[in-house]
Nanobody, 124 residues
Framework: QVQLVESGGGSVQAGGSLRLSCAAS????????MAWFRQGTGKEREGVAF????????YYADSVKGRFTISRDSAQNILYLQMNNLKPEDTAMYYC?????????????????WGEGIQVTVSS
């Protein structure tokens, strides 16, 4: 069982930056692919960024390419999401997910473990 805990969210003005962290409770985390998802009010949960277990493969949603960077520190069991040039449309609850169990990374139901989420609010 892997527990995931997000941190680093908050409120920021448009154009600002935040770095989200996701701490995993188990060293088995290092063997899992990981991702960040987000869910705005009244919207479906959408994939934001993906990283494979060794950090060599990364994918991003078109809406965040060039602004967000996913990375991981397997020694510390932490996943990161650096978010720059934030826009009001980035406002959402952000979740980290672990263990892609087959299928495309953009679909939430393909992941086995989830954090509780953390709020990011971007004001114009």
């Amino acid at each position: 069982q892997v527990q995931l805990v997000e941190s680093g969210g908050g409120s920021v003005q448009a154009g600002g930056s935040l770095r989200l962290s996701c701490a995993a409770s188990s060293p088995t985390y290092s063997g899992y692919s990981m991702a960040w998802f987000r869910q705005g009010t009244g919207k479906e949960r959408e994939g934001v960024a993906f990283i494979d277990s060794d950090g060599n493969t990364r994918y991003y949603a078109d809406s965040v390419k060039g602004r967000f960077t996913i990375s991981r520190d397997s020694a510390q069991n932490i996943l990161y999401l650096q978010m720059n040039n934030l826009k009001p449309e980035d406002t959402a609850m952000y979740y980290c997910a672990a263990d892609l169990r087959g299928g495309r990374w953009v679909y939430p139901h393909h992941f086995g473990y989830w954090g509780e989420g953390i709020q990011v609010t971007v004001s114009s």
